[in-house]
C-alpha cells in the first residue's frame, strides 16, 4: 500500500460546528504532516508530527487541533472555523524512500 | 535559504505545441529530492516524479521529460506534444529531511 487515504473528500460546515479530517497511511512513515492550500497557492505546512509527536506548529489558531492515535493515523479536529478557513486539507507522510501526499479534503465553512 | 522558483505564472500553448516549465531550486543540504506535481481543476495533487540529488540522469515517461541539471540547480519539465488533458497547475518542489518547499505553481492552459 503505497497511499495516504483522506476522509472525507469533500465537507461542508457551518461556524459552530465541530468535525474531524482524517488520514491514514500504511508505509510504515514515521512523519505525518498536514497542509491547508488556498485558491492559485501552493500548499502551506500546518504540522508535523514525528514519531507520533508534534513536532512543528507553524502558528495554527487553536481552532484546528492535530491528533496522532498511532502511527498509522492522523487526525485534525476543526471547531469554530470561519469562512477564510475554506481551502483544500492535505495530509502527507514521509519515510526513508518518499514523501506522498493524499488527495485532500476540500473543505467549505459557510 | 531554502526555496523553489517557477518563474513562469502562466504559460498557454496550443495542443500539440511542445512547453518546458522551468524549475530553480536553492539548497544548503548536499542531500535532497526535487518532485513535480500537477493539480488539474479537479484538485488533487498528482505526483508526477522525485528525483534525488545524486541522480542527474534525465527521465522520460511517455510525453513527460525531466532534465535535471545540479550545475544550474534547475529541475525542468518537457511535455511534448500537449493536450488539453494536461491543463493544469504545476508544482516544482525540493524536499530535504522534513522539510518539504513548494515552489508557486505553473498554470498551463492548453487550448484546442
Redesign the interface.
Known amino acids: 500500500d503505497t497511499e495516504v487515504t483522506q476522509t472525507p473528500k469533500h465537507l461542508v460546515m457551518g461556524m459552530t460546528n465541530k468535525k474531524s479530517l482524517k488520514c491514514e497511511q500504511h508505509m510504515g512513515h514515521r ?1 505525518m ?1 498536514w497542509y491547508k492550500q488556498k485558491a ?4 502551506e ?1 500546518m504540522f ?1 508530527y ?1 514519531y507520533e509527536k508534534l ?2 506548529n507553524e502558528s495554527v489558531p487553536s481552532r484546528f487541533s492535530p491528533e496522532c492515535p498511532n502511527s498509522s493515523l492522523l487526525n485534525l479536529h476543526l471547531h469554530a472555523l470561519q469562512p477564510e478557513d475554506s481551502a ?1 486539507y ?1 495530509c ?1 507522510s ?1 519515510g526513508l524512500y ?4 493524499g ?2 479534503t ?1 473543505l467549505t465553512v459557510v | 535559504a531554502q526555496k523553489v522558483t517557477q518563474a513562469q505564472t502562466e504559460i498557454s500553448v496550443v495542443e500539440k505545441e511542445d512547453v518546458t516549465l522551468d524549475c530553480v531550486y536553492e539548497t544548503r543540504d548536499t542531500t535532497y ?1 526535487l ?1 513535480w ?1 500537477k493539480q488539474p481543476p479537479s ?3 498528482v ?1 508526477l516524479i ?1 528525483r534525488n540529488s545524486f541522480d542527474e540522469q534525465n527521465e522520460i515517461s511517455g510525453r513527460y521529460s525531466w532534465n535535471f541539471q545540479k550545475s544550474t540547480s534547475s529541475f525542468n519539465f518537457t511535455i511534448t506534444a500537449s493536450q488539453v488533458v494536461d491543463s493544469a ?1 504545476y ?1 516544482c518542489a525540493l ?1 530535504y529531511g ?1 522539510n ?1 518547499v ?4 505553473t ?1 498551463l492552459s492548453v487550448l484546442p
Open positions: 512523519a504532516y492559485k497557492k501552493p500548499p505546512l508535523v514525528s513536532s512543528i483544500l492535505l502527507a514521509s518518499g514523501y506522498t501526499f488527495s485532500g476540500r | 529530492y518532485f506535481y484538485g488533487e495533487l505526483f522525485r497547475v508544482f524536499n522534513q518539504f513548494f515552489g508557486p505553481g498554470r
